[in-house]
């Protein structure tokens, strides 16, 4: 006969063992992790202000951009629905502001002499400078000093390479002496070229250390194999080592669009002689902008050249992801 407090005692321990259900839902809730708190607070941290300062500078001011190109919002008074006009700031952009297609042609040259000029110079450099040379740290240096001097220093020293007189460009070539002066700056049928290669002195020396890294990170056994294939440094090159670059190939193909369009007014100033106050009198004076609108006008023409450096940025990363798939 079972004794009474043993039978009594047995179902106090069984109303203390946990459910199997229980003991899942406690264990979910205990589910290790290798992130500590601290580490989740920091990657917050490293996620959160960057992506926050990313919103308020580039992509805010973006929108805003693009939202205030159907406005002739005067900058001072609330924004109204008065104020909404439509696609009347990029009709007069491409019908009424006279310097817009000119600025456009000129642009474009500027991002092909990039392109096909200064830019391959670069990679040349880089692929030289690659190999075991004496001295390459030094002729690093030299290439990619003018990367790093202030534009406002760039600017002086191509002013003294260009002066018309005491120049050295016309000194050199025995223009000054033949009478012959060139006026680099004052005539507009080359000042626009002449300031594209001191663009190209600045822009050819990045494009060369962004190869050079690039370089650096290909496998030396591609290489090698190649050469046991036969090939030569040519085909090696663009058959082995330009394909395996395709991200930096990226980046060079962003930062050279970035560069030309960056210069979109200045392309047309340089060219004309004419600045930028006195380009905006001139809108003003034949009624082609009021000054009421010149924010609304502004935001067109930013979200226009917004388009523009999208267009080959989008299509090279597509042809390049194509390719990769």
Do not use: C
């Not at 924004?79 to 439509?86: E, M, R």
């Not at 000119?102 to 040349?124: D, S």
């Amino acid at each position: 006969m079972a004794n009474p407090a043993t039978s009594a005692a047995a179902p106090a321990r069984a109303s203390k063992t946990p459910k199997a259900g229980a003991l899942v839902a406690t264990r979910r809730k205990r589910r290790y992790s290798l992130l500590t708190r601290r580490d989740k607070i920091l990657i917050i941290l490293m996620v959160g202000i960057p992506l926050t300062l990313d919103i308020v500078f580039i992509w805010g001011p973006t929108v805003a951009s693009v939202l205030l190109s159907f406005t002739d919002w005067s900058g001072i008074d609330a924004v109204t629905p008065q104020n909404i006009v439509g696609l009347k700031n990029y009709k007069t952009l491409f019908t009424g502001y006279v310097f817009f297609w000119p600025a456009l042609e000129h642009n474009l040259l500027w991002l092909a002499f990039l392109t096909f000029v200064a830019t391959p110079l670069g990679m040349l450099l880089a692929v030289l400078l690659d190999r075991e040379l004496r001295g390459k740290r030094l002729y690093q240096s030299i290439f990619f000093l003018p990367v790093v001097l202030p534009l406002v220093v760039v600017g002086f020293i191509w002013t003294l390479q260009y002066a018309p007189s005491d120049g050295f460009i016309n000194n050199a070539f025995g223009l000054v002496k033949s009478n012959k002066i060139i006026d680099w700056f004052g005539n507009p049928s080359i000042n626009l070229y002449a300031v594209l290669l001191a663009t190209s002195w600045r822009h050819i020396g990045y494009i060369m250390v962004l190869y050079l890294a690039g370089l650096k990170s290909v496998d030396p056994s591609l290489r090698e194999a190649a050469k046991v294939d036969g090939a030569t440094e040519v085909q090696t090159f663009f058959n082995v080592v330009l394909p395996v670059m395709a991200p930096i190939n990226v980046i060079i193909v962003v930062v050279t669009a970035i560069e030309a369009l960056r210069a979109f007014d200045l392309a047309f100033i340089i060219n004309r002689g004419t600045n930028g106050l006195e380009l905006l009198s001139i809108l003003i004076t034949n009624n082609s902008i009021s000054e009421a609108s010149l924010i609304g006008f502004g935001s067109a023409i930013a979200v226009v050249l917004l388009v523009i450096s999208l267009v080959p940025i989008v299509l090279f990363l597509s042809r390049t992801m194509r390719a990769q798939a």
